[in-house]
């Protein structure tokens, strides 16, 4: 086993959401970290709070992935073990307004990531993908074979291309490659120090249910109640953005372990717990004693009926698997909405 606390991980978009959750894992794991972000989607203060939560202070870059020279320098400068890369756009309904904005920014960032890691003897890369690669597949829950399907959004497809070229450059390449494929990321860290933080009106679920229980929205609507499902409303596998954390620092250790089995991996994240709209809305105020005003509302086109996970090969090979649960979840996004 190596010693963890020699290691540099470099931490794209490590003040995003998923990333800033991640960045507190790897230094209270205690990793060397260096985080670069261009703050195009964070906030600066998130750093304060990382440094806060961990009391261990991360180098921090203000840079975009996308400016191959200013990425340079940061290799030249650290000796990097492995990076994690987070850095993207990740609005469905935007990309399909603005696909030529999603394909340069999410894939000339992953190329500029694969050029410096395969130049810079780096161990790895841990790729962060998503259950959006799956569509809205045939059979569940969704395993790692289930085939891909023809994306819908430029997003999506960012996600399908990031994982095929990290294929083909890993086969001829040095390095190793683990994608992880994200179910439903949701909640926020126990201090209610870091957590979401959507721009506009939100897209997910979680954060359009709290702010609407804090009065910020008027009401929640449910998108189609006719769904083949137990009460009609669309099913995700809903997991707690620690319990993600945690599953970089298992990529991590698996790539610096030198565990992988094959150049590049791909691993599902989530529960394997399919959760209802309707689920989540009763579930919310039963937990925070709140009540959520909703309507029924149309279809929202192109959302996918039901979609969990089998996160089995994860839970087997990375020594993996989600411990947070739903009223977790919940508690924690209604803590961090308390905050803002
Ligand atoms: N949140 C989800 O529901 C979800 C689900 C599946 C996959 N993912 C993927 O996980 C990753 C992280 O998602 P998140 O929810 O934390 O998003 P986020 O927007 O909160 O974090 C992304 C971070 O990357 C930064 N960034 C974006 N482009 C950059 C660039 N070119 N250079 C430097 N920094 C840049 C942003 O400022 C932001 O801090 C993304 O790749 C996303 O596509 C997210």
Not at 101 to 125: K, P
Not at 190 to 203: C, D, Q, V, W
Not at 226 to 252: E, Q, S
Request: charged share 20%; hydrophobic share 40%; glycine share 6%.
């Amino acid at each position: 086993m190596m010693n963890m606390t020699e290691k540099t991980v470099l931490v794209t978009g490590g003040l995003g959401y998923i990333g800033s959750h991640t960045v507190v894992e790897l230094l209270v794991a205690g990793y060397q970290v260096i985080v670069v972000d261009n703050l195009s989607n964070s906030e600066r203060f998130i750093f304060d709070r990382i440094i806060k939560i961990a009391q261990k202070e991360p180098v921090f870059y203000q840079d975009d992935v996308c400016d191959l020279a200013a990425m340079s320098n940061i290799f030249k400068k650290h000796q990097v073990d492995v990076v994690i890369h987070f850095a993207a756009f990740k609005s469905v309904g935007e990309s399909v307004e603005k696909p030529l904005l999603y394909y340069q920014n999410n894939l000339i960032s992953l190329l500029n990531i694969l050029q410096l890691v395969q130049e810079n003897s780096v161990e790895g890369l841990v790729f962060s993908s998503s259950a959006t690669v799956y569509g809205e597949p045939d059979v569940l829950p969704a395993t790692e074979e289930t085939p891909f399907i023809k994306a819908l959004s430029a997003y999506g497809s960012t996600k399908q291309m990031g994982e095929e070229i990290i294929e083909m450059v890993t086969s001829s390449g040095v390095f190793k490659a683990i994608s992880l494929r994200y179910f439903n990321p949701v909640g926020a860290h126990e201090t209610a120090l870091i957590g979401e933080l959507p721009k506009g009106i939100p897209n997910n679920l979680f954060p359009y249910v709290t702010q609407t229980a804090k009065g910020k929205l008027a009401m929640l609507t449910v998108f189609g109640d006719d769904y083949n499902t137990v009460d009609g409303t669309c099913v995700r596998d809903y997991i707690h953005v620690v319990d993600l954390a945690k599953a970089h620092l298992a990529a991590c250790r698996r790539i610096i372990n030198q565990e992988c089995q094959s150049a590049s991996e791909v691993y599902n994240i989530g529960t394997g717990n399919g959760t209802t709209v309707l689920e989540i809305i009763k579930q919310f105020e039963a937990t925070t004693d709140k009540l959520l005003p909703y309507k029924i509302g149309a279809r929202r086109p192109g959302d996918a009926e039901a979609v969990y996970a089998d996160s089995s090969k994860a839970e087997k090979e990375l020594l993996w698997k989600a411990t947070l649960n739903l009223k977790d979840m919940i508690q924690s996004s209604w803590a961090w909405e308390n905050t803002l």
